[in-house]
Structures are given as structure tokens and as C-alpha cells.
């Protein structure tokens, strides 16, 4: 069930109802109900998947702090966490580690054919952060069974983040805000935000990309740049669309959730644009694998070496690809380049490059790399690449004619990228009269569907 797709207006719309005359103390059940029913959407075998990882971790936490001896509890909570990962590891890499890691021994081949279930990863890693922090005592190990199912359930995140911390989301559900402190107007105003880049950005952008992967071999050099810089757009519009609908969504709830971008593509080096491209999964890996790893506490070697199993194991996640590995570890070696300059160099005479050298070489890289993770395989991602550079130009008129409106997008997108606010958006709707902010959002609303026809394409991270 898409946010961006008619049926979940339908499905919204009797919940809210039901949410508003619901008592607060009711609403945790209703969030079970609800979010259930808006999982099975997808595929109804599979709804048992969230209850048995919630299970696993409630359960593993009551176990884990029944131990005596510190010792006891951290052997527990590697036990726990270890179990959390299995329904992952097995749909998500049996396939790729006997069929790319080992295939020279097993010959390769599926073993599973199994469908990855929607939001598998982010459940996981929700679920291990809540036992890590009920283990570090940063949170109450006293809570609820059906308030941690629905901090893992909340449909607004359930499929695709952000991925919360304990304390980020379980005491507002246990403490939900009163009707009157809801700012509806704002909300829905973020909403449309999302659903903007969603309809008219990324699914529009997306066929022109999809066309040039599909055939990357036979790709001009105008086709593989504008599929380059083309995807660039349309995985920022399409994840950080689907972010403001689930935060504009769960402001209609009462709930505040985390926003999970920062303009990344105004950043001026890698390690800033890792400040703020999905921002719940990059604190992630810092506090929940880079830092327990040592962090950068054991010299320089080690710290390279952290970052570089940080990156590569973050690009994994994404998924059980080789692309998705040269992807993490190009990253994990540039943030390590950067940090090395850092303290090698001192960094002293590159603070007199102007900021926008450092955002447009950020982008560039950032848009190289973008090609791996994009590629179905190494040999298209090098095929697309190597076009970009020695490409033909011969059809080049002809081409940005045929592809005026893809390039227009992508102007538009990087005017108003460093505007992507969502105080801004909450500051504007505050200040302008209703009669200005209603038809302005219903314009939005009239342009994304007419653009779009009424359909909506796939989030790019339902298959993360």
C-alpha cells in the first residue's frame, strides 16, 4: 500500500476517523489493527514476520536483563541480537552468498525463492537499537509488550524508516498529545511536499532512467549523464519523498518522527553529505556498529579499518549485490581519505577552496557512485560510466530536445534543493492566510496527479 497511491487515501482516511474518536489509552491497539491490516496489504502470508522479530527482541530484553553478571547480560544481548538477524540473513542473503560468495564451490543457482518481505531491514534495525539501548540503559527495560509492538508497527515508518531509537517514538505513543496541540494544516503541507517530489520528480525521472539501465550498453554519452545526474534526483526525491509523507502523516497522529535529510547534496565533503543523507541509518551505524567496533579510539589503522567495515556492511544492507558492496566500500574509502587529510594534513590549506568547489565535487562523486548502486551488475554500472566519458555526442540536439521536460525537473530540483526545509514549509503555512495555503496546496495536489495519471511507481527503498 503506497502513501502515494489512491487506495491508501482510503485506507488514511477511515483510520484518522477512527483515530480521532478513539480514547488516547485505546490508540495503541489501534495502531496494532491498523498497521497490521496496511502490512498484509502487500502480502498477507507474511504479516506474521513483524510479530515474531518484535517477540524475539521483547523477550530477549526480559531474558538479557535477568542476568546477574555483566558478563551474563552482553553474552545475552549478542545471543538476542544474533537471533534478531536470522529472518534477515535467510531472505535477504542465502540466495547471494551461495550463488556469488560461494558459487565456484556450489555452482551457483537459487536456494530460496522467496520474496524479500517488505521492510524486513528496517524492523530489524529498529529492533536491535531498542535492545542495545535497554542494554546500555539508555532505555527502560519496563516497558510494555504493546507499546514496543507499536513502536515497531507505526505504519508511517514500519516500511521505510526512519529507523527510530526507543526514546524516539515509545514515550509519545504512551503519552499521546492532546487534540488541541495537532497542527494539521502543517502536516498536510509536508505531505504534499512528499508527494510532489514522489509523483512529478522521481516517477517522472524514473522512466528515462529505468530505459537507459535496461540498455546500458548501447547508452550515448548524453543518455548515461542524464541517467546519472537523472538518478541522483529521483532516489533523493523518491526516499526523502516518502520521509515528509510519513512524517507530515504521523504529525496528523500526534507524533513527531525524525527528519532523515538535510539537503544532501549541499554538503562539501563526503563526511557532511553522510551528516545528512538518511540520517537515522547513518547515526545508526556510527552508534550501533562503527563505534562499538572502536570507533576511532585505536589509532588511525584501526579507525580506517572501522569505517571501511562500517561502509561496506552499510552498502550490503542495501542489498545482497556486488554492486551494493563496491558502493559501500568506494564510500567507506573516500570518508576514510577525508578523515586521513584531516589529521595528516591538518586540513589548513584546503580551508581556502570556496565552499561550492567542495558541494560540486561532493555531488559529483556522490552521482559516480549513485551508478553502482543503481546498475542491476558491475558490467552495467562500468558500461554506463564509460559512456558518460567516451560516449558518443553525435544525436545530442535531437536528444535534449526529445528530453527537455526529464532535464527541466532536474534544473528545478537543484534551484530549490538548498529550500528543502521542513521548518520552512511549517513557517509558511504559519504565516499565510488560509485562503493562500489551501489553494496552493490543492494546486500541488492537481499538478502531482495529472503529471503522475493517478499512478504511483514503487519507493525505491521498499526493496531494502
Known sequence: MLFSSPVFFVFFAVYFIIHLVTPARWRLYLITVGSTIFYAWWKPEYVWLPYLLMAIAYFGVLWMMNAKLERSRKHRAGIVIALLFVPLVVFKYTNFIYNDVLGALTGGG?????????????????????????????????????????????????????????????????HPKSR????????????????????????????????????AGAATAPEALLAMYGFSVQIYCDFSGYTDMAIGLAMLLGIRLPNNFAQPYCADSIVDFWRRWHKTL????RDYLYIPLGGNREGKVYEIRNVMITMTLGGLWHGASWTFVVWGILH?????????????????????????????????FVSLMWVFFRAPGLGQATDVLRAAVVGSWSD?????????????????????????????????????????????????????????????????????
Do not use: C, M
Not at 133 to 161: C, E, N
Not at 192 to 213: Q, R, W
Not at 282 to 285: H, R, T, Y
Open 180 to 215: 488541541k496541540s495537532l497542527l494539521p494544516v502543517a502536516a498536510i503541507a509536508v505531505f504534499t511536499v512528499g508527494l510532489v517530489k514522489k509523483l512529478v520528480f522521481a516517477d517522472t525521472i524514473a522512466g528515462f532512467v529505468d530505459s537507459v539501465y535496461a540498455h
Open 332 to 364: 567507506g574509502a573516500a570518508l576514510s581519505s577525508v578523515h586521513a587529510a584531516r589529521k595528516l594534513l591538518r586540513w589548513s590549506w584546503l580551508d581556502k577552496i570556496p565552499r561550492w568547489v567542495g558541494v560540486l565535487a561532493t555531488f559529483h
Open 282 to 285: 547513518s547515526f545508526w551505524l
Open 110 to 174: 537459487k536456494v530460496l525463492d522467496l520474496t524479500l518481505p517488505l521492510g524486513v531491514s528496517f524492523v530489524t534495525f529498529t529492533l536491535t537499537a531498542y535492545i542495545v539501548d535497554v542494554y546500555r540503559d539508555k532505555f527502560s527495560s519496563q516497558t510494555r509488550p504493546q507499546t514496543v509492538l507499536a513502536y515497531v508497527l507505526f505504519f508511517p515508518h514500519l516500511i521505510a524508516g526512519p529507523i527510530l531509537r526507543p526514546n524516539e517514538l515509545i514515550p509519545q505513543l504512551e
Open 396 to 464: 545530442a540536439p535531437q536528444f535534449f530536445n526529445a528530453h527537455l521536460f526529464e532535464i527541466l525537473l532536474i534544473a528545478l530540483f537543484f534551484a530549490f534543493h538548498r529550500y528543502d526545509d521542513h521548518r520552512r514549509v511549517r513557517i509558511a503555512v504559519a504565516r499565510q492566510r488560509p485562503e493562500i495555503v489551501w489553494p496552493l496546496l490543492l494546486a500541488q495536489w492537481a499538478l502531482a496527479i495529472t503529471v503522475s495519471q493517478g499512478s504511483s511507481a514503487k519507493f525505491i527503498y521498499f526493496d531494502f
